[in-house]
């Protein structure tokens, strides 16, 4: 094995120096497990939650009663009755044609508490959310896979 000179020798060290800096700066382990673990366990709650309605749930036909629209977004507003009482919901409408008013759609709700709805833009989001706690699991693994790093001995 080659000797290093000494200014060799004194650019490794502040190599290794500066890598040892940005791992101890960086996002401790436990930390991102932990992370990682509580967005995944909330996400996975509430894309359970949102299967539970679409599988289990009640459903109600529900007329388009609204549809108040802004430059850049609009939402339908549907009454449905259930066991005799009138519940409304929304629906974001971020495409489509201006207006849905007397439009028909199977709402889909909770049925210990009819005005809890089913919401695709929910199920999404938490899907997205889902993907970004697998991250934080992943990227928290072990951060020194090389060892510790030793420089070697001058004889």
């Given at each position: 094995?080659?000797?290093?000179s000494?200014?060799q020798?004194?650019?490794?060290t ?9 791992r ?14 509580i ?5 996975a ?20 009663t ?14 449905y009755?259930?066991?005799g ?8 409408m ?8 007397g ?12 005005s809890v709805?089913f ?27 090389g ?9």
């Amino acid at each position: 094995m080659e000797q290093l000179s000494d200014e060799q020798n004194e650019q490794l060290t502040n190599i290794l120096k500066q890598a040892e800096r940005r791992r101890r700066n960086s996002l401790p382990e436990s930390t991102g497990k932990k992370i990682g673990i509580i967005v995944l366990s909330l996400s996975a709650l509430i894309v359970l939650f949102c299967m539970y309605l679409l599988l289990f749930g009640g459903k109600a036909e529900g007329i388009c009663t609204k549809s108040p629209r802004t430059v850049k977004h609009h939402y339908d507003c549907y009454t449905y009755t259930v066991d005799g009482k009138e519940y409304w919901t929304t629906f974001n409408m971020t495409q489509g044609k201006p207006s849905h008013l007397g439009r028909e759609k199977t709402i889909r709700y909770l049925p210990a508490a009819p005005s809890v709805t089913f919401d695709f833009n929910l199920l999404i989001l938490a899907l997205i959310t889902a993907v970004f706690g697998m991250g934080f699991l992943m990227l928290s693994g072990d951060q020194n896979i090389g060892g510790t790093y030793e420089l070697p001995k001058r004889e």
